[in-house]
């Protein structure tokens, strides 16, 4: 179902279907997100049913910056306490039940937005295997896929966006992965930097997976180039109402958010890429994620060993060591700069054959760089490379 529009009645319904599904037994989790009351140190509000003594309670985690507190309360003196902090303490309730899922969202100014979707019920036999359905980590009823084109008026998916459908379940997939391994995993609130966000696919797609689905605080920039997409995305983030999503005019090197949690850099070309990490790591970013592409600066200086030579004589084999070469350095790099990396091949999100992508998430505690690094000059020797622009940049030079 596409989302309810804007009216008075929104808190209500709301707090109707929340008092049906305790009163049913059917309250899953509810998570109150987007604090603006009065203990500046709370910053959200988990509920979920219990059992204590064969009494029906409600389980309220109150989640503050250095401590959590734990309160059981019975199901209406519950109901009253999260009815009173909806819109006074908290601007977004997400209501998971057993058949439905309710968002409710409220504008600076107070206006309420409800959003409401069904939950896929099993099929009563047992499936095989192959027709099971794929776990997606979006539904097509959000907001903002009806404002960026992917669905249309009825929420229902437009054939042609098919696969961008499938490519931005699978980045929020590994996102969503990274994340819970990371130093971030608890985090209330979490800052995310998206460089050459394009149309902004993706870059929502994230904001909507911190604030909906996960509940938490965000503050994520997407930055571009033309000054045609930015307004595009401003537009359509204010259509949808994300607060804490916003676009800018500019590229890596131009734009660089105070606070960095999550950088990501899909497809920028060169040592582009190269900027990006960097900018990253120099924020202690606990997450890069980054696609590469058009590697340029090691092929030039790059000479034959002799053992290669049968295979490198052909230029389409130099070029794919090259590129083999370039995203080994930086990967390594990063290890040697405080993260675990993963090199995998991901789905192409613009329809070309660059689907590599580099996992970087940072270490709770730092390693030996020392190990890393003679890796890193030992296959800079065995090519010939002289330079290669993160390790400039990581050692203060000016590329």
């Known amino acids: 179902?596409?989302?309810?529009?804007?009216?008075?009645?929104?808190?209500?319904?709301?707090?109707?279907?929340?008092?049906?599904?305790?009163?049913?037994g059917q309250l899953v989790k509810l998570v109150l997100a987007r604090?603006?009351?009065?203990?500046?140190?709370?910053?959200?509000?988990?509920?979920?049913?219990?059992?204590?003594?064969?009494?029906?309670?409600?389980?309220?985690?109150?989640?503050?910056?250095?401590r959590d507190l734990t309160r059981h309360l019975a199901p209406e003196e519950g109901l009253q306490q999260i009815a009173a902090h909806l819109p006074a303490d908290f601007r977004n309730a997400?209501?998971?039940?057993?058949?439905d899922t309710w968002q409710l969202e409220f504008s600076k100014k107070g206006k309420p937005m409800l959003h409401h979707a069904s939950v896929a019920k099993p099929v009563a036999t047992a499936p095989q295997a192959h027709d099971r359905e794929k776990h997606r980590y979006l539904t097509l009823?959000?907001?903002?896929?009806?404002?960026?084109?992917?669905?249309?008026?009825?929420?229902?998916?437009?054939?042609?966006?098919?696969?961008?459908?499938?490519?931005?379940?699978?980045?929020?997939?590994?996102?969503?992965?990274?994340?819970?391994?990371?130093?971030?995993?608890?985090?209330?609130?979490?800052?995310?930097?998206?460089?050459?966000?394009?149309?902004?696919?993706?870059?929502?797609a994230v904001h909507d997976h911190l604030t909906h689905t996960l509940g938490r605080e965000?503050?994520?920039?997407?930055?571009?180039?033309?000054?045609?997409?930015?307004?595009?995305?401003?537009?359509?983030?204010?259509?949808?109402?994300?607060p804490g999503l916003h676009f800018e005019c500019g590229d890596v090197r131009?734009?660089?958010?105070?606070?960095?949690?999550?950088?990501?850099?899909?497809?920028?070309?060169?040592i582009a890429t190269d900027y990006a990490i960097h900018t990253g790591i120099q924020a202690g970013a606990a997450i890069i994620l980054c696609s590469p592409c058009c590697h340029k600066e090691l092929r030039p200086q790059m000479r034959s060993p002799e053992v290669l030579g049968p295979m490198l004589q052909y230029g389409l084999h130099m070029g794919q060591q090259a590129e083999m070469a370039t995203d080994a350095l930086r990967a390594l790099l990063l290890e040697a700069s405080g993260y675990d990396t993963k090199v995998f091949e991901f789905v192409s999100l613009e329809h070309t054959s660059k689907n590599k992508m580099i996992l970087a998430v940072k270490r709770p505690q730092p390693r030996d760089a020392a190990p890393v690094m003679a890796k890193v000059q030992a296959l800079k020797a065995f090519y010939g490379v002289r330079t290669q622009c993160l390790e400039g940049l990581l050692g203060g030079e000016q590329v």
């Open 35 to 66: 604090h603006v009351g009065p203990t500046p140190e709370l910053e959200r509000i988990t509920v979920k049913p219990m059992q204590i003594k064969g009494q029906p309670r409600l389980g309220f985690v109150l989640r503050h910056k250095t």
């Open 1 to 24: 179902m596409p989302a309810v529009n804007t009216d008075l009645d929104a808190r209500e319904r709301f707090l109707e279907a929340l008092r049906q599904s305790v009163a049913a």
């Open 218 to 242: 965000a503050d994520v920039t997407g930055v571009e180039l033309r000054p045609d997409m930015v307004e595009l995305c401003n537009q359509a983030s204010a259509s949808a109402e994300h």
């Open 254 to 270: 131009s734009v660089i958010p105070a606070q960095l949690d999550v950088m990501i850099a899909l497809h920028a070309c060169d």
């Open 141 to 204: 009823q959000r907001p903002f896929l009806g404002a960026l084109g992917v669905t249309d008026a009825r929420g229902q998916l437009i054939p042609a966006m098919s696969r961008k459908w499938k490519q931005i379940n699978k980045f929020v997939e590994v996102f969503d992965h990274a994340l819970a391994s990371s130093p971030l995993r608890d985090a209330a609130k979490v800052s995310v930097a998206d460089f050459g966000s394009g149309k902004g696919y993706l870059t929502f």
């Open 94 to 99: 997400h209501l998971d039940t057993e058949n």
